[in-house]
């Protein structure tokens, strides 16, 4: 084959990968690249996202900065129109006459010793209950099961009478038992959720646990509950605040003012002093009830995120 043959198919066949782009003639612009073009996408996508979740997070912490501002107003101040943001002057007296309005003191000390008491050692029975119908071989479990999940659906007015009657056959009303042993023994959405998400922990590390001689309690403090901690803390945050918050239940058992809880405190408040158009003091009073659950939030907040980005990895 000749020099001439041997050119002609060198321009006819591409002898590379780069001979198959396009090749931009001389003093053509060029064209952006795709890699470019998907950045700026991505970038645009990033900011409008960015755009919503602030508006999003302004729209949710407004009323919370709402009830600082007007629990540091006056009476006459809470009430002006347009509406005051940075209260002028500061009423810090408003955190001091709250402690003597009512007994808020004792509202904290009885909700604290039933939201700790009840999540505390409710959490660690449904750890275990979990970790029993995910990983542990027993009769009849996925009816038992079942018949737990069966269980959420029952709303509690219709077992209100009735447990009330139990209680008070046993001479518990007016007490804070009532409200600590019905979720003493567990939680039913906390168990489903651990269950799931035992799921995800390989059956072989506990059998290779089991070959080691290793019993299910001691598999279950030193494998299980390391591998779930991050779940357990986001449970632990929302049981918790369920609690804390509960107002029906304690309404029904409670009737000495100094056995209530303080959500049953702040509405005895806003009963009292509404119709003085004394906001200030409820709002002062409604603040204080939210730094328990603030400062379980910052406490666990780091479990709660990896609970999340374990998660959406798992998914």
């Known amino acids: 084959m000749t020099l001439d043959a041997l050119d002609t198919v060198a321009t006819v066949v591409p002898s590379s990968a780069g001979d198959r782009r396009r090749r931009r003639l001389p003093g053509a612009p060029a064209e952006p690249s795709r890699a470019g073009t998907r950045t700026r996408r991505h970038r645009l996508t990033n900011a409008i996202l960015t755009i919503v979740l602030a508006l999003g997070g302004i729209v949710m912490i407004a009323p919370l900065v709402w009830t600082l501002s007007t629990s540091l107003k006056s009476k006459t101040a809470a009430l002006t129109d347009p509406l005051q943001w940075i209260p002028d002057p500061l009423q810090w007296d408003n955190y001091l006459r709250v402690w003597d309005a009512g007994p808020l003191a004792a509202g904290i000390m009885n909700s604290v010793i039933v939201s700790v008491s009840v999540t505390v050692v409710g959490t660690g029975f449904s750890a275990l209950a979990a970790f029993a119908f995910a990983k542990m071989r027993l009769p009849f479990k996925n009816g038992i099961f079942l018949t737990l999940l069966a269980a959420i659906m029952i709303p509690f007015p219709t077992i209100m009478?009735?447990?009330?009657?139990?209680?008070?056959?046993?001479?518990?009303?007016?007490?804070?038992?009532?409200?600590i042993l019905p979720g003493l023994f567990g939680n039913i959405v906390m168990i489903f959720f651990l269950r799931q998400f035992l799921d995800t922990v390989p059956d072989s590390i506990i059998e290779a646990a089991k070959l080691d001689g290793a019993g299910y309690l001691r598999i279950f403090t030193t494998l299980i509950f390391p591998a779930i901690r991050p779940a357990v803390a986001a449970q632990f945050i929302l049981w918790f605040m369920a609690v804390w918050n509960d107002y029906l239940a304690p309404v029904i058992y409670l009737n000495t003012p100094e056995k209530q809880t303080l959500q049953v405190v702040i509405a005895t408040f806003n009963a009292t002093y509404a119709t003085q158009r004394d906001y200030p003091l409820i709002m002062a009073a409604s603040f204080i009830a939210l730094i328990p659950v603030l400062i379980v939030f910052v406490v666990f907040q780091r479990q709660i995120i990896e609970s999340v980005a374990l998660t959406g990895a798992k998914g």
Do not use: C, E, K
């Open 161 to 179: 009478i009735p447990q009330f009657m139990m209680f008070s056959n046993l001479g518990l009303v007016d007490t804070l038992w009532p409200l």
